[in-house]
């Protein structure tokens, strides 16, 4: 077999981690497997990174920052292969340039574009682990790119797919994907199995167990995807097929996102193209918007609310303010997004009824709400996330 594992950044936090993580890898090496290991920096390490680059400038240059980050990765890389060479199993550490992973030129939320498959092969034909650095890749001129936060998921599901690799681990330090982060609600359950559609939509509503793009990626080139611990043996999570799944609750899972800031457009003038313009400014920033509410009319002007993601609330006030949209502009970091995730959703009835009384219960008022076939989100007051998290758990009946 060809077996992709990704270790993320808690489990190679340490030295005595990264040992572990040797001793890991060369099990299922022994077990007469090919292995290619992606390995995420230490944990904190990127956003040490991060800080450094922020004590000179508020705003880097992003060509610089993925100068910066990606050595948090080759480091960790360096070290693994070290490790696994001293325990008598030969490994080659990699660069994403050196594994052949070429993306576009949006630093720091660079997209793979392909992945030369001849790089990787070449190493493990002469019988050796590859160690890759995730998180990474390589621009058509040659500069280093990253992958967005979390993007050594993304690095080691694009090999397992490129490779046509039978399994792709995904070791953290949780032993699974859980009804929700079991930070948060301690009764969570771990699944046995979940969909990519709906792990898809947990993932880009806040559950950061997986990165949104990997899960989109392990979708489109149906990548054989598990989640599972690096602490203990027991069985992970299988992210598959929804026909693989035979009993779908209505509900899967409960996901909070901390990482929003909601934008208030007031006196928009409420006429065809006024919209048109605003979002296209904000597309053209490369800002993602998410949830968008428009009033009802009145006196030939309107209110425009959408939410983006708090990273991005900067660029967001830079695009409003050269805009001049509307009478006034308002922002607020001091909210949340709550969402419930299931498949079973399309053919029940009353799910968003119980969300918005449950809430109500806990009486916490509901900002925004969209929707979704598989999936209802709101946005609430920051304070009670968490509150909201448990109440909704417990509603559906997610900790039996
Ligand atoms: P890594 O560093 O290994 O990539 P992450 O910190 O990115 O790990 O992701 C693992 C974390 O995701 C867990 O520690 C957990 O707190 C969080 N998490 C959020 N939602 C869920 C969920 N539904 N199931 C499991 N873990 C979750
Ligand atoms: N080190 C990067 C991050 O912290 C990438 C990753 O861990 O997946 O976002
Ligand atoms: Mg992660």
Do not use: W
Not at 258 to 280: C, H, M, S, W, Y
Not at 326 to 337: P, T
């Amino acid at each position: 077999m060809l077996v992709v594992q990704k270790y993320g950044g808690t489990s190679v936090g340490t030295l005595e981690r990264i040992e572990a993580v040797a001793k890991r890898v060369a099990k299922t090496r022994k077990e007469g497997n090919d292995v290619v290991v992606v390995v995420s920096a230490m944990s904190g390490e990127t956003n040490k990174l991060i800080s450094y680059a922020e004590h000179f400038s508020k705003s880097p240059q992003q060509r610089e920052m993925d100068m910066l980050l990606s050595s948090g990765e080759r480091v960790t890389s360096a070290l693994l292969a070290i490790a696994l060479s001293e325990l008598g199993y030969p490994a080659i550490g990699m660069t994403g340039r050196q594994a052949g992973i070429r993306t576009d030129k949006s630093h720091t939320k660079a997209r793979i574009e392909n992945i030369d498959r001849k790089c990787i092969e070449k190493k493990l034909a002469e019988g050796k682990i590859v160690v890759v650095a995730g998180f990474q890749g390589i621009t058509e001129l040659g500069e280093v790119s990253t992958l967005g936060r979390g993007g050594s998921d993304l690095s080691a599901v694009a090999i397992a797919g490129a490779l046509e690799a039978d399994l792709c681990e995904i070791y953290t330090d949780v032993d699974g994907v859980y009804t929700t982060d079991p930070r948060i609600e301690p009764k969570a359950q771990k699944l046995e199995k979940i969909s990519y559609d709906e792990m898809l939509e947990l993932a880009s509503l806040g559950a950061k167990v997986l990165q949104t793009r990997s899960v989109e990626m392990a979708k489109k080139l149906n990548v054989n995807l598990v989640t599972r611990s690096s602490f203990n043996d027991n069985e992970g999570t299988l992210i598959t097929k929804e026909e693989n799944i035979m009993e779908q609750p209505v509900v899967s899972g409960v996901a909070l996102d901390r990482n929003q800031a909601r934008v208030t457009l007031r006196g928009v003038t409420d006429k065809p193209g006024i919209a048109a313009e605003i979002f296209r400014k904000l597309a053209s920033e490369n800002i993602n918007v998410d949830m968008i509410i428009q009033n009802v009319g009145h006196d030939g002007t309107t209110n425009l609310g959408f939410t983006v993601p708090q990273n991005e609330l900067e660029m967001t006030k830079d695009a409003m303010l050269n805009l001049n949209a509307s009478q006034s502009v308002e922002y607020d970091s001091d909210i949340v997004k709550v969402s419930i995730v299931g498949v079973g959703m399309k053919s029940h009835s009353g799910v968003a009824c119980k969300a918005f009384d449950t809430l109500s219960a806990e009486g916490i008022n509901l900002e925004m709400i969209s929707t979704s076939e598989i999936k209802i989100s709101m946005v609430i007051a920051a304070k009670y996330g968490e509150l909201a998290v448990r109440a909704l758990h417990a509603a559906y009946e997610l900790d039996k």
